[in-house]
């Protein structure tokens, strides 16, 4: 079977799940259960649900991390794919550098999310 398939199969059983106990589509973040920080990931369906009826403000505040790194993502996989194509090694210097970029700014996120005075 595609791996799109049993992805999607997965998805569903876990949302399934999450609605019978939670009663919310919504999945819970075990990160937050567990510790009661928020991770970086913390209110990104929220962002994304306000993405898809265009209230970006309100998406941005769920989550800015995920609206600054999502256009990020999309343009490094576009490049990754051309070059892909056209037979050109997809990974250099660039790679490695942005890798460290994208996770030192998730480091500072998650520290920054969890402060009192970003709670208010």
């Not at 569903?12 to 999450?18: A, D, H, P, V």
């Not at 209110?43 to 600054?68: C, E, K, M, T």
């Not at 999502?70 to 090694?89: E, R, Y």
């Amino acid at each position: 079977m595609n791996h799109f398939v049993w992805l999607l199969m997965i998805a569903t059983f876990i949302l399934l799940i999450n609605y019978l106990i939670f009663d919310t589509l919504y999945l819970r973040c075990l990160i937050k259960e567990l510790t009661g920080y928020d991770c970086p990931a913390c209110g990104a369906q929220r962002a994304v649900a306000s993405l898809f009826v265009g209230d970006f403000h309100s998406a941005f505040w769920y989550n800015p991390y995920l609206i600054i790194l999502a256009p990020v993502l999309i343009v490094w996989a576009g490049v990754s794919l051309f070059k892909k194509n056209k037979g050109i090694q997809a990974k250099g210097v660039w790679h490695y550098v942005l890798l460290a970029v994208l996770a030192s700014l998730m480091i500072v996120w998650t520290i920054v999310r969890n402060l009192p005075m970003w709670k208010d």
